[in-house]
């Protein structure tokens, strides 16, 4: 069992940055591939970031490429996505997921895999 827990979000103005965390549980952190989604109201769950075990690659979705960076402490348990140059449509509820499956899909972490609680991300105009 792995627990998740989320921390770093809030409200921001449009164009700042904000630095989310999520610290792990699990004694054996380095075995799960780990990253970031994040649900709007009325809309699908929607990848942001994923990172590998050893930290050596990292997957971003299209909207956030380029403004968002993914990157992980294995010596800490913590992984982390900061944030830059937000947008409005980026508010969303942002949750931190686990998974040893390193295709790291929607569908293999619901069957398999390890949600946190969730953090509210709110960019204003």
């Known amino acids: 069992q792995v627990q998740l827990v989320e921390s770093g979000g809030g409200l921001v103005q449009a164009g700042g940055s904000l630095r989310l965390s999520c610290a792990a549980s699990?004694?054996?952190?380095?075995?799960?591939?780990m990253g970031w989604f994040r649900q709007a109201p009325g809309k699908e769950r929607e990848f942001v970031a994923r990172i590998t075990w050893s930290g050596g690659s990292t997957y971003y979705g299209d909207s956030v490429k380029g403004r968002f960076t993914i990157s992980r402490d294995n010596a800490k348990n913590t992984v982390y996505l900061q944030m830059n140059s937000l947008k409005t449509e980026d508010t969303a509820v942002y949750y931190c997921?686990?998974?040893?499956?390193?295709?790291?899909?929607?569908?293999?972490?619901?069957?398999?895999?390890?949600w946190g609680q969730g953090t509210q991300v709110t960019v204003s105009s």
């Open positions: 997921a686990a998974d040893e499956n390193p295709n790291f899909s929607l569908a293999s972490i619901r069957t398999g895999g390890y």
């Open positions: 699990a004694r054996t952190f380095r075995r799960y591939a």
